[in-house]
């Protein structure tokens, strides 16, 4: 059974930083697709970063650009979201979800495996 696991989230001063994880247990080939999503307050769910397996990248949202960047490490099944110079409006729920067929998308419930999510609060 294919398990995410997202760890590392917590409560940072804004401007500064978190790296968040998602260890993927339970399979042995690669995923096509891992991305990572939030969701704030009242708001809807939306992509933060996605990474195929051919190390193609993109962010949806342009507020994180130069601030985050998403890495995965195939021989550990991980994958990373480090996050910098944090602020106020990156307060969310950060979810991990990977796929190992699609290519990367904007619909959450696309992804096959999803985390429950780890919490990521910024304030002073």
């Known amino acids: 059974q294919v398990q995410l696991v997202e760890s590392g989230g917590g409560l940072v001063q804004p401007g500064g930083s978190l790296r968040l994880s998602c260890t993927m247990s339970?399979?042995?080939?690669?995923?096509?697709?891992t991305a990572w999503f939030r969701q704030a307050p009242g708001k809807e769910r939306e992509r933060v970063a996605c990474?195929?397996?051919?190390?193609?990248?993109?962010f949806q949202i342009d507020s994180v650009n130069g601030r985050f960047t998403i890495s995965r490490d195939d021989d550990k099944n991980m994958v990373y979201l480090q996050m910098t110079n944090l602020k106020p409006e990156d307060t969310a729920a950060y979810y991990c979800?990977?796929?190992?067929?699609?290519?990367?998308?904007?619909?959450?419930?696309?992804?096959?495996?999803r985390g429950q999510g780890t919490q990521v609060t910024v304030s002073a």
């Open positions: 339970g399979f042995t080939s690669d995923f096509h697709a």
């Open positions: 990474l195929e397996s051919s190390d193609e990248f993109e």
């Open positions: 979800v990977a796929d190992r067929y699609a290519s990367c998308g904007l619909d959450f419930y696309q992804y096959a495996y």
